[in-house]
């Protein structure tokens, strides 16, 4: 299966409809490149109180996920995102790594 990672991320305030509205287009080149670099089962859920994101995904064992911020296009869909979100000097946006806790057998 992989492993399942979690990570969460912050929204400015005022802007889960624009999240929401750029998540629904999602670049199809852009989705082809998460899920040819090992990603699987990636889903964001956003705390309206606190505007923080939440996200878990699936990666294989083999992924490519650290090669991602190498990419053209990841480096424009992070550029297209920094208004909207707290984003790192090189527009990636700012992820707190989460640690698993319990998981149901």
Do not use: C
């Not at 305030?13 to 040819?36: C, F, M, N, T, V």
């Not at 208004?83 to 992820?95: A, F, R």
């Amino acid at each position: 299966m992989g492993e399942r990672i979690a990570f969460r991320m912050i929204l400015n305030p005022g802007q889960a409809d624009e999240y929401k509205r750029r998540h629904d287009a999602i670049w199809p080149q852009l989705a082809e490149l998460l899920k040819s670099s090992g990603i699987s089962d990636y889903t964001i859920w956003l705390d309206p109180e606190t505007n923080h994101l939440f996200a878990t995904l699936v990666r294989a064992e083999n992924h490519a996920m650290d090669r991602l911020p190498e990419t053209e296009i990841m480096g424009r869909w992070w550029a297209m995102m920094g208004d909207i979100m707290e984003t790192n000097p090189d527009s990636s946006p700012v992820q707190v790594e989460l640690i698993k806790m319990f998981e149901l057998p």
